[in-house]
């Protein structure tokens, strides 16, 4: 799905309506990421357990911010809603403390979100000298590279798609993979993701094991996401997920080279230690906080851990799931009603008008 031309008298508008949302700890390369933001847009930090420096370092920032702040540590998905609770913008652009835009890039996704309620752009990752940084570069390439998603960042998106997402923007229980919840729920509704490759970041190098650090935390995310229902659990764990693991790592030393998939394999090793470790031990505590309705969502054909493309099975069973828990989240007829700013008043009234009729 290619993007409509937008006059640039429009994009100044959605500059003007635009926030870029940074969760943030005690990451000081959050002076880097803000300096790199062109554009006169809103900056909010959502703060999770934040260090004295990088409270010093907003505090003496020259640029104005938004600040807010969360008691759940590493809870990114609560970061996230505490952003777009901070700020009234329509357009939310979601960033991360280590990277950095590319020029223009800022304006280039504001003009696409214009038009399409979604829209990704593309990371680059950094490498050091050392043989783990080169390989995890190649890894992240390989994990974002086969499918276009909703996993940030970076990634714009029309805050109005939130009525039709099940009424939310990201699940606080689940901690680390609350981007890829959003996304199945996008697929659930219809709504696509636009890939704009040229809108690029910059990752910053990874070093050591930080990256086997991420892979287990998300699989303590994949856990959290099974039990609740929102992700689907393999009617037969064991067997499925090594047969999963050996076909991707496969296609990883197919693209990427037998290096590349040997590290994959020691993170997918992390990440299904991450799961057992939340099985066994709740780290996040959270199944005190678990609705009424939480149950798995078994099947035996469940989804890959390398992808976030639902079938159409697996995507009534998640249907199903949040009907249980009662949220409705139905196909959107009409995805003009999103942009109604670009096509001009007479458009936005008919869109509105639109809006309004199936509620009525």
């Known amino acids: 799905m290619a993007t409509e031309p937008v006059d640039e008298a429009a994009v100044d508008k959605g500059i003007a309506r635009t926030a870029v949302i940074i969760a943030l700890r005690d990451d000081l390369r959050i002076a880097d990421c803000i300096a790199s933001i062109e554009e006169d847009v809103e900056i909010v930090l959502a703060l999770n357990g934040p260090s004295d420096a990088v409270l010093e370092l907003i505090a003496e920032h020259p640029r ?10 590493g809870n ?36 696409a979100v214009l038009t399409a309620p979604v829209v990704k752009g593309q990371v680059v990752y950094g490498e050091s000298d050392g043989l783990l940084s080169k390989l995890t570069a190649r890894v992240r390439e390989f994990d974002e590279g086969d499918y276009v998603s909703a996993l940030s960042p970076p990634l714009i998106y029309n805050r109005a798609i939130v009525d039709h997402i099940g009424g939310y923007h990201f699940d606080e229980l689940i901690h680390w993979c609350e981007d ?12 696509p993701v636009v890939y704009l490759p040229e809108a690029r970041i910059f990752h910053d190098a990874q070093h050591g094991f930080a990256n086997m650090r991420s892979y287990f935390r998300y699989g303590v995310g994949e856990g959290i996401a099974q039990e609740t229902g929102v992700f689907t659990t393999p ?45 066994l031990n709740d780290p996040y505590k959270v199944r005190d906080r678990y609705p009424v309705s939480a149950k798995r969502a078994r099947m035996v054909r469940s989804i890959p851990q390398h992808s976030t493309r639902l079938t159409k099975a697996q995507m009534r069973r998640l249907r199903r799931a949040h009907w249980e828990a009662g949220r409705r989240i139905e196909q959107v007829a009409d995805l003009s009603v999103f942009h109604p700013d670009a096509a001009g ?6 869109a509105s008008d639109e809006a309004r009729q199936p509620q009525a």
């Open 235 to 279: 009617a037969v764990p064991v067997v499925w997920r090594l047969s999963e693991a050996s076909k991707t790592l496969v296609h990883c030393a197919r693209d990427k080279g037998v290096g590349a998939a040997a590290y994959y394999a020691l993170l997918k090793a992390a990440f299904h230690t991450g799961t057992v470790h939340h099985l």
């Open 180 to 191: 890829r919840e959003f996304d199945f729920r996008l697929q659930l509704a219809g709504i």
């Open 76 to 111: 990114l998905g609560a970061a996230y809603n505490a952003g777009a609770a901070a700020t009234d913008r329509q357009y939310l652009l979601l960033m991360d403390s280590d990277c950095t835009f590319a020029p223009g890039v800022v304006r280039a996704m504001v003009r």
């Open 345 to 350: 008043p007479e458009a936005a009234a008919s």
């Open 64 to 73: 104005p911010l938004t600040v807010t702040e969360i008691d759940d540590v």
